[in-house]
């Protein structure tokens, strides 16, 4: 069963920063493009960031040069790194990603989230 965990997220302060792990599991031929996102409370889903098969990264532009995204292909893992965080930060991240599966066809996949709170 082909499934994406993520992991990392925490409370912290203001400032702080914290880093937040996407794990691909399952059989699988290939990972394309794979995301972050983020849920705050009465708001929408909303992209974070990205990164392609390549390396080719984008961001939204409330996390520029505070987060960083990337990807070790080899142990099947998206990072997010997170610096200055900011209440405005506080919410649910999830990772997306557009997974092949072996004897499939590519399709999207969520993971189910991890919480980041950010006091002020």
């Known amino acids: 069963q082909v499934q994406l965990l993520e992991s990392g997220g925490g409370l912290v302060q203001a400032g702080g920063s914290l880093r937040l792990s996407c794990d691909v599991s399952g059989s699988i031929v290939g990972i394309n493009v794979v995301g972050w996102y983020r849920q705050a409370p009465g708001r929408q889903r909303e992209l974070v960031a990205q990164?392609?098969?390549?390396?080719?990264?984008t961001y939204a532009d409330f996390v520029k040069g505070r987060f960083t995204i990337s990807r070790d292909n080899a142990k099947n893992t998206v990072y997010l790194g997170m610096n200055s965080l900011s209440p405005e930060d506080t919410g649910v991240y999830y990772c997306?990603?557009?997974?092949?599966?072996?004897?499939?066809?590519?399709?999207?996949?969520w993971g189910q989230g991890t919480q980041v709170t950010v006091s002020s």
């Open positions: 997306n990603a557009v997974l092949i599966p072996v004897g499939g066809v590519p399709r999207i996949y």
């Open positions: 990164v392609s098969t390549g390396g080719r990264t």
